[in-house]
């Protein structure tokens, strides 16, 4: 099972800020946080990942909470195109990577 | 160019019969995954190998099977004894131990079984 929670939906207003919360409160000290995306019938889309410190990349932020029992991926400005589901999931290395159902998020124009 | 390739994109099975999904990858990646996505699911996790001639069961083995012969292949057969076959399969594989382990997906199986 997936180590991580997350909202099944949620809707954003394209051109605003989009905040998508995830839950881990079981976290282990070397597991990382991953954000994916996946668009319908692909393969999921890297986007950011984390350990313990805040990060930022061309297409959204990361922060995670002090005590790393949760994190927000940021979407600075959403835009159509970013409406897809989106995965929170944590692992180190190699190891079992589950990725649970995701938040679907839609961007209305 | 370095990847994942899954083949076919398509496959169409008749009820009882097995079929085995190729899933390929020229990264060099120790450690490789296979998903079923279902419509308005998220990814479930099927079977997993972290090194040659080694796999693991997730969450929904049963009725599937696996082998790891090769470092470059992992390919996943959905056997009768699977009750619902027809679902989205997605390949994975993750590069060995570091700060930059980024997950690398194939575009996926469409298997429908009529």
């Known amino acids: 099972d997936a180590k991580t929670t997350q909202p099944p939906s949620m809707d954003c207003a394209e051109g605003r800020a989009a905040n998508l919360p995830c839950n881990h409160s079981?976290?282990?000290?070397?597991?990382?946080v991953y954000w994916y995306r996946q668009i319908h019938s692909q393969g999921p889309q890297y986007i950011i990942h984390?350990?313990?410190n805040n990060e930022t990349n061309e297409m959204a932020s990361l922060i995670i909470t002090e005590d790393r029992k949760s994190s927000t991926l940021i979407l600075p400005h959403a835009t159509l195109r970013d409406t897809a589901v989106y995965y929170c999931?944590?692992?180190?290395?190699?190891?079992?990577?589950?990725f649970g159902k995701g938040n679907q998020v839609v961007v209305i124009p | 160019d370095g990847g994942i390739t899954q083949s076919p994109k398509y496959l169409f099975r008749k009820e009882g019969q097995n079929v085995t999904l190729s899933c390929e990858q020229n990264?060099?990646?120790?450690?490789m995954y296979w998903y079923r996505q279902d419509p308005g699911q998220g990814l479930r996790l099927i079977y997993y190998?972290?090194?040659?001639?080694?796999?693991q069961k997730g969450d929904i083995a049963e009725g599937y099977s696996v082998s790891r012969e090769k470092k470059e292949s992992f390919p996943l057969t959905v056997t009768s004894a699977q009750k619902n076959p027809t679902a989205f399969y997605l390949c994975?594989?993750?590069?060995?131990?570091?700060?930059?382990?980024?997950?690398?997906f194939g575009q996926g199986t469409r298997l429908t079984v009529v």
């Open positions: 999931i944590v692992y180190y290395g190699n190891n079992r990577l589950a």
């Open positions: 079981t976290i282990s000290g070397n597991e990382y």
């Open positions: 984390g350990l313990k």
């Open positions: 990264l060099n990646h120790d450690a």
């Open positions: 190998s972290q090194i040659v001639n080694d796999f």
């Open positions: 994975a594989s993750i590069p060995p131990p570091g700060e930059y382990t980024e997950a690398f």
